[in-house]
């Protein structure tokens, strides 16, 4: 394998890692903070990227280690909500269509 690959690997499943087995909110803060110092060191520009969206958005990602829970069910009904919606462009009548989407996702 190549030095490159490997590195870019072993960020990769270090930051899974932190998100798969710790438990502590605090703990989770160095962990992170660890990976993104990794991260600078590399210069990889594609986990520069990651990195920054982290560091951009840290307090809302370190609340999933409160309770390891995510919004992920929330974003997929709202993309179903957005893919059905468009399926029915031109609706004029919101009401058939709130009680359309009612009775199909409810």
Do not use: C
């Not at 490997?6 to 438990?23: M, P, V």
């Not at 160095?30 to 991260?39: C, D, F, G, M, T």
């Not at 829970?69 to 709130?98: C, P």
């Amino acid at each position: 394998m190549y030095p490159d690959i490997e590195k870019a690997y072993e960020l990769t499943q270090k930051l899974s890692h932190i998100f798969e087995t710790t438990k502590d909110k605090l703990y989770a803060t160095s962990r992170l903070a660890q990976w993104h110092e990794k991260v600078r060191q590399s210069r990889f520009k594609s986990f520069n990227t990651i990195s920054r969206t982290i560091m951009n958005h840290y307090q809302t990602i370190l609340n999933y280690f409160d309770n390891r829970s995510t919004n992920a069910s929330a974003e997929s009904f709202n993309a179903k909500i957005k893919a059905f919606r468009s399926q029915f462009r031109g609706v004029r009548n919101i009401e058939f269509f709130l009680f359309r989407l009612t009775k199909i996702y409810a």
